[in-house]
């Protein structure tokens, strides 16, 4: 796992017992209730540099099942603008970027004047562990509570804020309003602002998105475009709410990519990692690499269609649209 202690830095006068009072300091929490969702945040700045990471607890108060969509949920400061959850891609990206003034040998982040010990070891399990704290789109039912962490990268670090759960619906699609999380708190902040990501791997230009599209059972959302000059990537997640597998076969094999000019791009199946399966009532996450949209990218709009998906006997073709 990487949840570690909190250590002071060398960078750092502070005495051996200061750092000891950092480890045995609980997590900030926030929560709130409505007649639908009960909610609790726990605020911790662990061992991914340059995140605010929110482990929201979610208990569905309601007679019928709830709908939740982290992608959609927001950080509010008290001052400054609203920032959006961040891509587990983005997350684990950050993480395997982080500069050698970042990761020690001694498994210690550090940013500014503080550090997190998280005992390094394979990236993968680094990743994993990651994986594993993260809170999932899905379905909760009556009587039923989830935990699991959004991940933020706020450009300054925020002493105060609201976590706002937005994209709730009913078991039938009807949106819910809001809910706000309010007076969540860091129980510390750096001394230093957050920094930019690592550099990109050269010739590399990566775009955040935020789009989502659903027919029928069947839901794809698009986090995050890459550009290269000979492949264009989308990371894909392929939600299921149907009682039965969903097959994908096919249409990662039709899969296509049309740019704002109307240009179609075929997909490269061998180098696409996005599973052909979907089990029921579960989401399946991966790679669609596309023959290369103009480069560097000369459009600003495209959507991906993903045409007959099986699930059930029955096809659903889905279209996306992508803004860059």
């Given at each position: 796992?990487?949840?570690?202690?909190?250590?002071?830095?060398?960078?750092?006068?502070?005495?051996?017992?200061?750092?000891?009072?950092?480890?045995?300091?609980?997590?900030?929490?926030?929560?709130?209730e409505t007649a639908a969702l009960a909610a609790t945040g726990a605020v911790h700045t662990r061992a991914v540099p340059y995140y605010v990471e929110?482990?929201?607890?979610?208990?569905?108060?309601?007679?019928?099942?709830?709908?939740l969509d982290p992608a959609r949920f927001t950080l509010m400061p008290e001052q400054g603008n609203s920032i959006s959850a961040a891509?587990?891609?983005?997350?684990?990206?950050?993480?395997?970027?982080?500069t050698a003034s970042y990761a020690s040998v001694y498994g210690v982040f550090q940013s500014g004047s503080f550090g997190v010990a998280v005992g390094?070891?394979?990236?993968?399990?680094?990743?994993?562990?990651?994986?594993?704290?993260?809170?999932?789109?899905?379905?909760?039912a009556p009587g039923a509570s989830v935990r699991g962490s959004v991940y933020f990268r706020p450009t300054a670090w925020p002493a105060r804020f609201s976590v706002v759960l937005d994209g709730l619906t009913t078991e039938v699609?009807?949106?819910?309003?809001?809910?706000?999380?309010?007076?969540c708190q860091m129980s510390f902040r750096?001394?230093?602002?957050?920094?930019?990501?690592?550099?990109?791997?050269?010739?590399?230009?990566?775009f955040p998105v935020s789009a989502r599209a659903e027919t029928g059972p069947?839901?794809?959302?698009?986090?995050?475009?890459?550009?290269i000059k000979d492949a264009t990537t989308l990371i894909v997640t392929v939600e299921n709410t149907a009682a039965t597998p969903a097959e994908l076969f096919m249409a990662i094999a039709d899969a296509r990519l049309t740019d704002g000019t109307g240009v179609t791009y075929a997909v490269r199946v061998m180098r696409s990692d996005l599973p052909n399966r979907v089990e029921a009532r579960g989401q399946a996450r991966g790679r669609l690499?596309?023959?290369?949209?103009?480069?560097?990218?000369?459009?600003?709009?495209?959507?991906?269609?993903?045409?007959?998906?099986r699930t059930g006997g029955v096809l659903y073709d889905v279209d996306v649209a992508l803004r860059f």
């Amino acid at each position: 796992m990487l949840v570690g202690s909190m250590l002071a830095t060398p960078a750092q006068s502070s005495s051996s017992a200061q750092g000891s009072a950092l480890v045995a300091q609980a997590a900030p929490r926030c929560q709130t209730e409505t007649a639908a969702l009960a909610a609790t945040g726990a605020v911790h700045t662990r061992a991914v540099p340059y995140y605010v990471e929110v482990e929201l607890t979610l208990a569905n108060k309601s007679q019928g099942r709830l709908r939740l969509d982290p992608a959609r949920f927001t950080l509010m400061p008290e001052q400054g603008n609203s920032i959006s959850a961040a891509a587990r891609d983005d997350v684990v990206y950050t993480l395997r970027t982080a500069t050698a003034s970042y990761a020690s040998v001694y498994g210690v982040f550090q940013s500014g004047s503080f550090g997190v010990a998280v005992g390094l070891g394979p990236f993968d399990l680094q990743s994993r562990a990651i994986e594993s704290r993260l809170l999932r789109a899905g379905d909760l039912a009556p009587g039923a509570s989830v935990r699991g962490s959004v991940y933020f990268r706020p450009t300054a670090w925020p002493a105060r804020f609201s976590v706002v759960l937005d994209g709730l619906t009913t078991e039938v699609g009807t949106p819910l309003p809001p809910v706000e999380v309010r007076n969540c708190q860091m129980s510390f902040r750096p001394a230093e602002p957050p920094v930019g990501f690592a550099p990109l791997p050269p010739g590399l230009q990566a775009f955040p998105v935020s789009a989502r599209a659903e027919t029928g059972p069947i839901a794809v959302s698009v986090s995050r475009a890459e550009f290269i000059k000979d492949a264009t990537t989308l990371i894909v997640t392929v939600e299921n709410t149907a009682a039965t597998p969903a097959e994908l076969f096919m249409a990662i094999a039709d899969a296509r990519l049309t740019d704002g000019t109307g240009v179609t791009y075929a997909v490269r199946v061998m180098r696409s990692d996005l599973p052909n399966r979907v089990e029921a009532r579960g989401q399946a996450r991966g790679r669609l690499v596309f023959e290369p949209l103009p480069y560097p990218p000369a459009v600003t709009s495209a959507r991906l269609t993903l045409p007959g998906i099986r699930t059930g006997g029955v096809l659903y073709d889905v279209d996306v649209a992508l803004r860059f």
